[in-house]
């Protein structure tokens, strides 16, 4: 029953999230803002005015599949937030040069991500093998590894925490103090915002439960073996 209720949990809040984000985005992807401008034109004023004209801004694919790449130093906005006109394109397309604006200045919680990429894939790949051949032949010591492993997945998750938080923090501050919605939408694009920090915060709640179940798993494997 107990581990009945667990998957619930970590089936459930993910999914929450997920509607929580997509049903936001649909209804302020309907209201435009004052200024009608598209989200591809807010990412790209929001660049020039912060000195980043190195930075490009492409049309990508995908419903929500807006991301910033650091390697080719590009925003790259789903094209429902590229072409529209709409409070949750300017809020998305801010955000993503948020992330552009953190790379250009060097920011220590995305630098210290980056460097988490290689480790945590391995983690990430390598930890569920480790784990379930710890778990299926009783070895304590595999089991640990691949708990190992995977804290390092977990630790990504983690830090991705501050790095969106704060690229939202200045997609606000930029959009309000570059004209780019008028102070009374502040509050809509901040839902927008909000809500794609759900699903953040909900894969990081769910990473860090895992990881402590599987913790309590080698813990009582260790006091089986005493």
Not at 56 to 76: A, I, N
Not at 91 to 100: D, L, Q
């Amino acid at each position: 029953m107990l581990f009945l209720l667990y998957f619930a949990v970590i089936v459930l809040i993910p999914l929450w999230a997920q509607m929580k984000v997509k049903g936001t985005f649909r209804k302020y992807s309907q209201v435009p803002t004052s200024t009608h401008r598209r989200g591809a034109e807010v990412a790209r004023e929001i660049l020039n005015a912060n000195g980043l004209f190195h930075v490009g801004v492409e049309e990508g694919r995908g419903f929500l599949s807006d991301h910033y790449d650091p390697r080719t130093k590009t925003v790259r906005l789903s094209p429902e937030n590229y072409h529209g006109h709409s409070i949750a394109a300017a809020a998305v397309a801010a955000h993503e040069v948020g992330h552009a604006i953190q790379d250009g200045e060097g920011y220590a919680f995305l630098r210290f991500r980056h460097a988490l990429v290689p480790v945590a894939n391995l983690g990430s790949n390598a930890s569920w093998i480790l784990i379930m051949l710890g778990i299926v032949f009783h070895a304590s010591g595999m089991l640990l590894l691949g708990i190992i492993f995977m804290a390092a997945a977990v630790l990504f998750q983690v830090v991705t925490l501050p790095v969106e938080f704060n690229a939202s923090s200045r997609a606000m501050d930029q959009v309000i103090s570059h004209g780019l919605i008028a102070n009374r939408e502040e509050r809509e694009a901040r839902k927008v915002l909000n809500a794609a920090a759900l699903t953040y915060v909900a894969a990081a709640a769910v990473a860090v439960l895992e990881l402590l179940r599987l913790v309590l798993i080698f813990t009582g494997m260790n006091r089986s073996e005493d």
